[in-house]
């Protein structure tokens, strides 16, 4: 499989940004991309840094809607899958979704962060309901897909199930700012989850400086080896290609040990908590 990560800033003009977009994905195609994933909220200002003002569902739109069917068509076009986030309305209801397009165009299904937090400058509770459609994968024709949105990274549980439900590799959509955490704290979380799951993990990070925020880039992909592969550089615009050998899946520790001495019957009381 060759991935593309697209590491882009946001304006606070969506349609220009989507248009960017668009653009990014055609030239990861034209550079060999079978799979293009993007960032958290890749085409608009990130919202959480402020506080939410009142009823927030006129920034979200549906999915499917125009962005989602803007890249429908170019995925159908090109024959890539298409890994999006944004901000999406449902009802009465919002959520942080990654739509997954497959290379046909085909809308397999949404992924919707499930953890929601709240801190200063990721005032995330006003803005998102909790994600309910599980931690699903998707039979692309690239490869087994999982989406992990960014917050959603830090729970083992979560990540776990990915494993579980089949994923070769695992997208993750993250906003993640300049000294936000320890040096070096995201790489080696989804290092180890990639070794403890046997799946290759590809963070791709917002980038650009915002109203209280300064994302940092540096997205990376990581084998199931627990080794990072490609790495993104900071503070700037780019495309970050990877290609990785999704034979390394079946042979990791993970799926030749880990996963088959797992005692599940166990588990369930010791996290009942």
Same mark, same amino acid.
């Given at each position: 499989?060759?991935?593309?990560?697209?590491?882009?800033?946001?304006?606070?003009?969506?349609?220009?940004?989507?248009?960017?977009?668009? @653009?990014?994905? +055609?030239?990861? =195609?034209?550079? /060999? %991309? $079978? *799979? #293009?994933?993007?960032?958290?909220?890749?085409?608009?200002?990130?919202?959480?840094?402020?506080?939410?003002?009142?009823?927030?569902?006129?920034?979200?739109?549906?999915?499917?809607?125009?962005?989602?069917?803007?890249?429908?068509?170019?995925?159908?076009?090109?024959?890539?899958?298409?890994?999006?986030?944004?901000?999406?309305?449902?009802?009465?209801?919002?959520?942080?979704?990654?739509?997954?397009?497959?290379?046909?165009?085909?809308?397999?299904?949404?992924?919707?962060?499930?953890?929601?937090?709240?801190?200063?400058?990721?005032?995330?509770?006003?803005?998102?309901?909790?994600?309910?459609?599980?931690?699903?994968?998707?039979?692309?024709?690239?490869?087994?897909?999982?989406?992990?949105?960014?917050?959603?990274?830090?729970?083992? @549980?979560?990540? +776990?199930?990915? =494993?579980?439900? /089949? %994923? $070769? *590799? #695992?997208?993750?959509?993250?906003?993640?700012?300049?000294?936000?955490?320890?040096?070096?704290?995201?790489?080696?979380?989804?290092?180890?989850?990639?070794?403890?799951?046997?799946?290759?993990?590809?963070?791709?990070?917002?980038?650009?400086?915002?109203?209280?925020?300064?994302?940092?880039?540096?997205?990376?992909?990581?084998?199931?080896?627990?080794?990072?592969?490609?790495?993104?550089?900071?503070?700037?615009?780019?495309?970050?290609?990877?290609?990785?050998?999704?034979?390394?899946?079946?042979?990791?520790?993970?799926?030749?040990?880990?996963?088959?001495?797992?005692?599940?019957?166990?588990?369930?009381?010791?996290?009942?908590?």
């Amino acid at each position: 499989m060759k991935i593309a990560l697209v590491q882009q800033k946001a304006s606070r003009d969506k349609q220009k940004n989507a248009a960017r977009g668009l @653009e990014a994905a +055609r030239k990861a =195609a034209g550079e /060999g %991309a $079978e *799979v #293009v994933g993007f960032a958290e909220l890749a085409f608009e200002r990130f919202y959480p840094q402020r506080p939410a003002a009142g009823d927030v569902k006129h920034l979200a739109e549906p999915v499917p809607g125009p962005v989602t069917e803007s890249f429908q068509e170019l995925a159908a076009e090109l024959g890539i899958v298409v890994v999006l986030n944004l901000f999406e309305r449902e009802g009465d209801k919002t959520f942080d979704t990654s739509p997954v397009i497959d290379a046909d165009g085909t809308l397999l299904g949404r992924t919707r962060m499930v953890h929601i937090t709240e801190y200063e400058c990721f005032h995330e509770q006003g803005y998102y309901d909790e994600g309910d459609k599980g931690a699903p994968v998707y039979s692309t024709r690239a490869g087994k897909i999982g989406v992990a949105i960014c917050y959603d990274r830090h729970y083992p @549980e979560y990540m +776990r199930a990915l =494993a579980l439900n /089949g %994923a $070769e *590799v #695992v997208v993750v959509p993250q906003a993640g700012a300049v000294g936000e955490w320890p040096e070096g704290l995201y790489e080696a979380e989804m290092r180890v989850a990639a070794f403890q799951n046997g799946y290759f993990t590809a963070l791709c990070n917002r980038v650009g400086e915002e109203e209280c925020l300064t994302f940092s880039g540096e997205s990376f992909v990581c084998a199931p080896s627990g080794c990072v592969i490609e790495r993104a550089p900071a503070l700037e615009e780019t495309i970050l290609h990877a290609e990785l050998d999704l034979e390394a899946v079946a042979h990791s520790h993970a799926r030749e040990l880990f996963l088959r001495d797992r005692r599940p019957e166990l588990y369930a009381d010791w996290l009942a908590r």
